[in-house]
C-alpha cells in the first residue's frame, strides 16, 4: 500500500506558474504508474496527466498540452506536475494518484479514474484573473 501527499498549490495570478508535488510513502514507488487529476467546483473529476514507472511515457489532457507538464524522481518517492501559463479555468482541487498495475500502459487506461488504486487528498490551486 501506498500513501500519497500533494502539496504546492495556492493562488495564482493567470499566467503564473506553480509546481504540485506528490510524495509517497515506503520505498516500492517505481512500481506505480502515476496520474493527475483534477476538480473544479460543480464538475467531475477530469484527468490531467500521467507518467509511467520510469518516466519514459507521459499522456497529457488536450487542454493542458504545451503548458503542464508530468515527471517523477523516483529516487525520492515524488511525482509533479509543473504548470505554466495558468488560466482561471485551471481552478479546481489537483489529486494525484497511482495505478499499481502491470499490464502495457496505455492513454485509455491512464484517463480513467477507477485504473488507480490510491489517491491523495488534494491541493486546492487558484488562478486569479
Known amino acids: 500500500q501506498v500513501q500519497l501527499v500533494e502539496s504546492g498549490g495556492g493562488l495564482v495570478q493567470a499566467g503564473g506558474s506553480l509546481r504540485l508535488s506528490c510524495a509517497a510513502s515506503?520505498?516500492?514507488?517505481?512500481?506505480?504508474?502515476m496520474g493527475w487529476f483534477r476538480q473544479a467546483p460543480g464538475k467531475d473529476r477530469e484527468f490531467v496527466a500521467a507518467?509511467?514507472?520510469?518516466?519514459?511515457?507521459?499522456y497529457y489532457e488536450d487542454f493542458v498540452k504545451g503548458r503542464f507538464t508530468i515527471s517523477r524522481d523516483n529516487t525520492k518517492n515524488t511525482a509533479y506536475l509543473q504548470m505554466n501559463s495558468l488560466k482561471p479555468e485551471d481552478t479546481a482541487v489537483y489529486y494525484c494518484?497511482?495505478?499499481?498495475?502491470?499490464?502495457?500502459?496505455?492513454?485509455?487506461?491512464?484517463?480513467?479514474?477507477?485504473?488507480?488504486?490510491?489517491w491523495g487528498q488534494g491541493t486546492q490551486v487558484t488562478v486569479s484573473s
Open positions: 507518467i509511467s514507472r520510469n518516466g519514459g511515457i507521459t
Open positions: 515506503g520505498r516500492t514507488f517505481n512500481r506505480y504508474r
Open positions: 494518484a497511482a495505478d499499481r498495475s502491470t499490464l502495457p500502459m496505455s492513454e485509455v487506461t491512464s484517463r480513467n479514474q477507477r485504473q488507480y488504486d490510491y
